[in-house]
């Protein structure tokens, strides 16, 4: 069985948006060559991607262009060779190698986790990220925690968890990545 991966930038109090809904927090910050070649790394690891319809909408809005090619291209790459997939009843995909999960979100993604394939990461999409740990179809959450106090905000977690840790890195720019089974 194929593991699903939740992977978010988040607060260190815990909130990937801010009250107000806002993300850009979470990428303005100090340039980190480490962390940039971490970001890249990651990105090509070759796994399959799923999103959310929201976080779809913006990542097929940026990943396809040339500033994106100019401005991140290994990451880039990666993102738009990726097998994808969206969670939408509204949106028809255009993205090149996209798929609309059709159906019951939970059952889709069932059957997703149970076909043949790489491995599964779940981009932002913190609502579809909620809902699917909340059925225990996610393995693994990968936060990447941004040095910045929100105070409040949205969490993926509806309801406690505990989880187990199994990796984690610090990066100058004062970000850190943890990941943790669930």
Not at 17 to 40: C, I, K, L, P, Y
Not at 77 to 86: E, I, L
Not at 171 to 178: A, E, L, P
């Amino acid at each position: 069985m194929r593991k699903l991966r939740v992977f978010e930038s988040i607060s260190v109090d815990g909130y990937f948006t801010d009250a107000s809904g806002d993300m850009s927090w979470a990428h303005a910050g100090r340039e980190d060559a480490e962390f940039a070649d971490w970001v890249s790394g990651n990105a090509s690891s070759g796994g399959e991607l799923l999103f959310g319809r929201k976080t779809y909408r913006m990542m097929e809005a940026f990943w396809p262009t040339p500033m994106a090619a100019q401005q991140m291209p290994a990451v880039a790459k990666g993102m738009n060779a990726a097998t994808k997939y969206v969670a939408s009843r509204t949106i028809q995909p255009t993205w090149e190698n996209t798929h609309l999960l059709n159906g019951d979100l939970l059952n889709t993604v069932r059957n997703l986790k149970a076909s043949d394939g790489p491995d599964i990461a779940l981009l932002g999409s913190g609502s579809v990220a909620a809902q699917l740990g909340e059925a225990s179809l996610v393995d693994e959450y990968q936060f990447v925690i941004i040095p910045v106090g929100l105070g409040g905000g949205r969490t993926v977690f509806t309801k406690g968890r505990k989880l187990r840790l199994l990796d984690q890195r610090a990066f100058r720019c004062g970000n850190v990545v943890v990941t943790y089974a669930a």
